[in-house]
């Protein structure tokens, strides 16, 4: 059984072992929340070359030393053998790592995600079908678009309002359990009020 949890990776150091698909997709991913990574491979499918200068890249084949300073770590290789290696070296050492083709040996994996601003919906089948995951995230896609990084920032902001306007627990509760009911139109003229 996974528990859902949302990590702060800014200081933690990350390496990714493998230079194909499955790694450039799990670097792109990290670097779109806003972390260069570490990457280790002999060999690198060309698209690594866009991402060359946002990423540190060794060119090598895994060793442990590599993996000292790490926290977080993905065994992505086609080599089942280099993933068990590194997916039993990481546990026994006390880091958090997805072994891409072995979900037991992973004490985490990735899940498919929506994220709008600071929205952040996350979609994970336990390993059973990635094919469905990254269908329930198109469908919310469409559902929660782009104007919810708004949306999210507006709710932000007047919560912190009401919290400073009303000292009152079940008032401001219930101030604040309205606001979701407004659109954004209703939130910004809302958020005027306030400001006034
Ligand atoms: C356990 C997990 C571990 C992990 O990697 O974290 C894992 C494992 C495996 N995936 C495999 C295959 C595919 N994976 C994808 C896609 C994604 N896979 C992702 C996550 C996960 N994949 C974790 C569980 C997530 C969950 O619980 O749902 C996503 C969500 C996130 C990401 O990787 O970034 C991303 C969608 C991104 C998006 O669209 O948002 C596609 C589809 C495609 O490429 O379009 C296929 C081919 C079709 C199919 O098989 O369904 C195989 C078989 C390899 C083989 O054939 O041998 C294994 C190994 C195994 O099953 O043992
Ligand atoms: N978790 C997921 O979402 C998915 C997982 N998979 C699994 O992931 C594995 C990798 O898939 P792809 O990236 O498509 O494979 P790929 O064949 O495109 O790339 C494998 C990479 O691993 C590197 N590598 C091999 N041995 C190494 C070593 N000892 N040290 C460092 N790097 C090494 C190779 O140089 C190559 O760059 C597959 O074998 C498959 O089982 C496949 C699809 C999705």
């Known amino acids: 059984m996974l528990y859902p ?4 990776i800014s200081d933690i150091k990350i390496t990714v072992i493998g230079g194909g698909e499955v790694a450039y997709r799990k670097c792109k991913n990290f670097l779109a929340f806003g972390k260069t990574v ?8 060309n698209k690594f070359g866009e991402l060359k200068d946002k990423l540190e890249i060794v060119n090598d084949e895994y060793k442990e030393e590599y993996l000292k300073d790490s926290f977080i770590v993905v065994a992505a290789t086609n080599n089942k053998e280099v993933n ?9 050492n006390g880091k958090l790592v997805n072994v891409v083709d072995d979900i037991e040996l992973s004490n985490f994996t990735v899940p498919s995600y929506v994220k709008r601003g600071d929205l952040l919906i996350s979609i994970s089948t336990g390993g059973k079908s990635p094919s ?29 309002e009401i919290i400073k306007k009303y000292e009152d627990v079940s008032l401001r509760r219930k101030k604040l359990k309205a606001l979701i009911n407004l659109d954004l139109a209703e939130l910004r003229e809302l958020k005027i009020e306030y400001q006034k």
């Open 84 to 92: 068990r290696k590194i997916g039993i070296y990481c546990r026994e």
């Open 38 to 45: 570490k990457v280790i491979s002999k060999d690198y499918i």
């Open 5 to 8: 949890i949302n990590i702060d």
């Open 132 to 160: 469905l995951s990254s269908k329930i995230k198109k469908e919310l896609e469409e559902k929660y678009d782009d104007s919810y990084e708004e949306y999210i920032d507006t709710l932000g902001e007047l919560r912190k």
